[in-house]
């Protein structure tokens, strides 16, 4: 009961905070705000409006991050890779070391086959003292791994995997250093080994071809 009341609440509070938009959308000026209603549009499949709404905040103040910000995520799920990466330019300019911001540039760079610029802003950001998402750990050791750089390549998957353990993750990792060292490979790293028809064998040493 107690829950239907509070949902009752909130679609009429949305209700009337949509009638106060539409008259001046700068009412929001609050972050909290600015998230919660352009996240509550787009979540509803309501992008265009989200995005009619964001341009709004930043056309009244240019220097609004989370603005541009918001604007960079809504862009990328549409696939607008483009405009989210002007987006997120934007987010720079204003704050170099916003690390949501060059974790999803990194991410699109990535994407794009652009593993060069991908690497740089992410290792970049951190030698300047920022924890990785667990997703960047994963693509700076995809990329590690095309340079063939194993025990970096090893090194990042570690780090993606976070509080996660288990045979799982080590095979994993078994099957990456396979890969990075070829076919005919015998892998033994940590506690997991594995040979080159794919079998997990003994658990000690490091890798070696």
Do not use: W
């Amino acid at each position: 009961m107690d829950k239907l009341i509070l949902l009752i609440f909130l679609i009429f509070s949305s209700n009337i905070f949509s009638v106060e938009l539409s008259v001046n959308p700068a009412l929001i000026v609050n972050d909290s705000e600015i998230t919660g209603y352009a996240y509550s549009l787009a979540a509803t499949g309501n992008n265009n409006k989200a995005l009619k709404f964001l341009r709004s905040i930043v056309t009244k103040n240019p220097n609004n991050i989370l603005a541009y910000k918001l604007q960079s995520d809504i862009f990328y799920k549409q696939g607008k890779t483009d405009k989210s990466k002007k987006s997120l330019q934007n987010v720079l300019n204003l704050s170099p070391n916003h690390a949501g911001a060059t974790e999803l540039l990194a991410k699109i760079f990535f994407q794009e086959s652009n593993l060069k610029k991908s690497q740089s802003l992410l290792l970049n950001l951190e030698k300047k003292g920022k924890n990785l998402s667990l997703f960047s750990y994963k693509i700076l050791a995809k990329i590690y791994e095309k340079q063939g750089q194993c025990d970096e390549a090893l090194n990042y998957l570690s780090k993606s995997t976070g509080l996660r353990s288990g045979n799982s993750i080590q095979l994993e990792q078994a099957m990456m250093v396979k890969r990075c060292l070829g076919g005919n490979s015998l892998y033994l790293h940590g506690s997991v080994d594995i040979n080159d028809n794919g079998k997990t064998l003994n658990r000690f040493g490091n890798y070696q071809k």
